[in-house]
Nanobody, 115 residues
Framework: QVQVVESGGGLVQAGGSLRLSCAAS????????IDWYRQAPGKQRELVAT???????NYADSVKGRFTISRGNAKNTVYLQMSSLKPEDTAVYYC?????????WGQGTQVTVSS
């Protein structure tokens, strides 16, 4: 099994920045993808950004140019640097780990952007 833990959420004013962290541990595999999703109240969970162990990244149009996903030096640690935050970025942010065997979600971390 793979365990996923997110951290770094909080309350920030519009225009501010936050960095979220995601750590996957346990029976991880070298070839994997780690993605960030978010879910706002009353809305469906949506994909925010993805990164593969091969280095590729992709972003939702709504966050392009403002958010950056990156892999840390620690194995299977991924960061989401969020800048120029908007009230509409308010959501619970979830990290998802996947490889050819497992798909695991974290518990989520709340991000609240005040106007």
């Amino acid at each position: 099994q793979v365990q996923v833990v997110e951290s770094g959420g909080g309350l920030v004013q519009a225009g501010g920045s936050l960095r979220l962290s995601c750590a996957a541990s346990g029976s991880t595999f070298s070839s994997n993808a780690i993605d960030w999703y978010r879910q706002a109240p009353g809305k469906q969970r949506e994909l925010v950004a993805t990164t593969s162990s091969g280095g590729s990244t992709n972003y939702a149009d709504s966050v392009k140019g403002r958010f950056t996903i990156s892999r840390g030096n620690a194995k299977n640690t991924v960061y989401l640097q969020m800048s120029s935050l908007k009230p509409e970025d308010t959501a619970v942010y979830y990290c998802k780990y996947s490889d050819y065997r497992y798909l695991s979600w974290g518990q989520g971390t709340q991000v609240t952007v005040s106007s």
